[in-house]
């Protein structure tokens, strides 16, 4: 069965520092997602993206988040300048349309901040 | 992929017995519901969605009831099975693409 693979399973990273939390989605899904689970919390929305641009974010995708599709295969989540809070585990998910359709979601990337 | 630290309402039920786990969403114009699992170390797994149009939905062993009126989620998991033992949440979809998920529920099987 197809699916979503995220890497790194886990990531540890000097506050300040850039990351780059890569996900290969479905292949034949055409809109991506990242969402983040801070521990202790609800799965949150960060964006999604179509046709390469976002289409959606929420309040927490500042200035400091990006994502690129960077070739036909991979969907990459850039943190610019990390801070603690940003540590969390970071999902990505990918459907095949975007309306009333299920999101089918990797196993994450765990992101520590130290 | 673990929901470690949240103070999940835990769900305890024997090998075999059904399972009802039930969610309140938030907002009316919702129109699109989905449940999943996740288990330790992974991400959530999708197991059924329902549409608002709809108040009831069958998959195999599992079964979504949604109540509009109260907006009320139920995931019905017939002759659970230790295999079962997980956090389940429900999400809704009410505005463009993205899914609001709840807190979840922490089913655990006894054998």
């Known amino acids: 069965e197809p699916e979503v693979t995220q890497t790194p399973s886990h990531q540890v990273t000097q506050m300040g520092q850039e990351v780059i939390l890569r996900c290969v989605p479905i292949?034949?899904?055409?809109?991506f997602y990242w969402y983040r689970q801070i521990l202790g919390q609800k799965v949150e929305f960060l964006v999604s993206?179509?046709?390469?641009?976002?289409?959606?974010k929420s309040e927490i995708f500042d200035d400091q988040f990006s994502v690129e599709r960077p070739d036909g295969s991979n969907f990459t989540l850039k943190i610019r300048s990390t801070k603690l809070e940003d540590s969390a585990m970071y999902f990505c998910?990918?459907?095949?349309?975007?309306?009333?359709?299920?999101?089918?979601f990797g196993d994450g990337t765990r992101l520590s901040i130290l | 992929g673990e929901s470690v630290g949240l103070h999940l309402p835990t769900l305890s039920v024997q090998e075999g017995d059904n399972s009802i786990i039930n969610c309140a969403y938030s907002?009316?114009?919702?129109?699109?519901f989905i449940w999943y699992k996740q288990e330790s170390g992974k991400g959530p797994q999708f197991i059924i969605d329902?549409?608002?149009?709809?108040d009831k939905r069958q998959g195999q062993r599992v079964t979504v009831l949604l109540n509009k009126t109260v907006k009320h989620l139920s995931l019905q998991i017939a002759a659970t099975q230790p295999g079962d033992s997980a956090v389940y949440f429900c999400?809704?979809?009410?505005?463009?693409?993205?899914?609001?998920f709840g807190g979840g529920t922490r089913l655990m099987v006894k054998p």
């Open positions: 292949s034949n899904h055409l809109y």
């Open positions: 329902i549409r608002s149009n709809m």
């Open positions: 993206f179509y046709n390469n641009e976002i289409s959606e």
């Open positions: 907002n009316s114009a919702s129109d699109y």
């Open positions: 998910a990918s459907s095949e349309l975007v309306f009333n359709q299920p999101q089918h």
């Open positions: 999400a809704e979809n009410n505005a463009g693409n993205m899914l609001t």
